[in-house]
């Protein structure tokens, strides 16, 4: 559980608590399930890491995008929506090189104009013999992106790194050492579901 779901589901409570006592107990029960749904959204089940020379994926989500021939940059674009877990996670293990924050939009994150005009929080992780890039976005409802980290950290492969708020999207940017091992409309889990594998050259 995410520290925050805590927080917001402890202030609903208290306003249900306060609308129960002073007006009636049916005015109550929205924030008492908007409490419930805090908890819910917050969620931060553990997940079980790939080894090997894969990628992972870092967030929830479904894969709405693969942009890119593997020549240069492909691009792999997930939308999360308020049901997925919302916790991101370092797709490879390495050394965070840089973290770079865009101002932008908040438009709905599954359409293919939110990777290039939403704000944005953009990760390069430096590894062994490789380096990826990911970015946090933020969507129409979410307009808080949490961030764990700092440039010069090290992060293992699927380790917490942030969290969105509220639907979002992330986008993974590989370059043409990897080979791509979702396709667009797949399911996957932050951490757990291998996005790419490592070329072995």
């Known amino acids: 559980m995410v520290i925050d779901g805590i927080y917001y589901a402890l202030a609903f409570?208290?306003?249900?608590?306060?609308?129960?006592?002073?007006?009636?107990?049916?005015?109550?029960?929205?924030?008492?399930?908007?409490?419930?749904?805090?908890?819910?959204?917050?969620?931060?089940?553990?997940?079980?890491?790939?080894?090997?020379?894969?990628?992972?994926?870092?967030?929830?989500?479904?894969?709405?995008?693969?942009?890119?021939?593997?020549?240069?940059?492909t691009r792999i674009s997930i939308f999360l929506n308020v049901f997925d877990v919302h916790v991101n996670r370092a797709p490879i293990a390495g050394k965070i090189t840089a973290i770079e924050y865009t101002k932008g939009q908040f438009l709905v994150a599954s359409r293919e104009i939110a990777s290039s005009q939403n704000e944005r929080n953009t990760f390069t992780i430096a590894g062994e013999t490789t380096c990826v890039r990911f970015a946090q976005i933020a969507g129409l409802i979410a307009r808080r992106i949490v961030c764990y980290k700092k440039p010069g950290d090290a992060v293992a492969k699927g380790e917490r790194v942030g969290l969105i708020k509220f639907g979002s999207r992330v986008d993974v940017f590989l370059g043409p050492e990897w080979d791509i091992q979702v396709r667009t409309g797949e399911r996957v889990a932050g951490g757990s579901s291998i996005i790419a594998q490592r070329r072995l050259t």
């Open 13 to 73: 409570s208290a306003g249900g608590a306060l609308l129960w006592r002073l007006i009636h107990p049916a005015w109550s029960a929205p924030l008492f399930l908007v409490a419930l749904f805090c908890l819910y959204f917050f969620r931060d089940p553990d997940r079980t890491i790939p080894d090997g020379p894969v990628a992972v994926s870092p967030a929830d989500g479904k894969v709405v995008g693969i942009i890119g021939d593997g020549a240069e940059c």
